[in-house]
Nanobody, 115 residues
Framework: QVQLVESGGGLVQAGGSLTLTCSAS????????MGWYHQVPGKEREMVAL??????YINYAGSVKGRFTLARDNANLYLQMNELKPEDTAVYYC??????????WGQGTQVTVSS
C-alpha cells in the first residue's frame, strides 16, 4: 500500500507560480510511476506530468510543456507550475502505480488561477 498526500494548492493570478508537493509513504519501493493529474468539473481526469521511477523519464502534457516542471526527491514529488493560466484551474491529484499495477491517488488539491 502507498499513501499520497498533496499540498501547495491555492489561488494565484494569471502569470504567477505555484509549487505542489506530494508526500508518499508506505511501500514506496514498489512504485513504478508517479505523477500529477488534474480534473475540472464535468471532465475526465487528465495527465499533467508522469515520471518513470526506474528511468527518470518524464512525460508532460502538451498544454503544460515548458511551463511546468516535475521533480522527485526520495518520497516527495513536486510540480513547479509557472506562467499559470486560467485554464490550469483544476483539482490536482498525485498519482502512483506499483509493480502490482495497483493505482493510488491522493485526496487532491485545488488550484485556481484568476484572470
Amino acid at each position: 500500500q502507498v499513501q499520497l498526500v498533496e499540498s501547495g494548492g491555492g489561488l494565484v493570478q494569471a502569470g504567477g507560480s505555484l509549487t505542489l508537493t506530494c508526500s508518499a509513504s508506505g511501500s514506496i519501493a514498489s512504485v513504478m510511476f508517479m505523477g500529477w493529474y488534474h480534473q475540472v468539473p464535468g471532465k475526465e481526469r487528465e495527465m499533467v506530468a508522469l515520471t518513470d521511477i526506474r528511468t527518470s523519464y518524464i512525460n508532460y502534457a502538451g498544454s503544460v510543456k515548458g511551463r511546468f516542471t516535475l521533480a522527485r526527491d526520495n518520497a516527495n514529488l513536486y510540480l513547479q507550475m509557472n506562467e499559470l493560466k486560467p485554464e490550469d484551474t483544476a483539482v490536482y491529484y498525485c498519482y502512483a502505480v506499483d509493480t502490482g499495477r495497483t493505482n493510488y491517488w491522493g485526496q487532491g488539491t485545488q488550484v485556481t488561477v484568476s484572470s
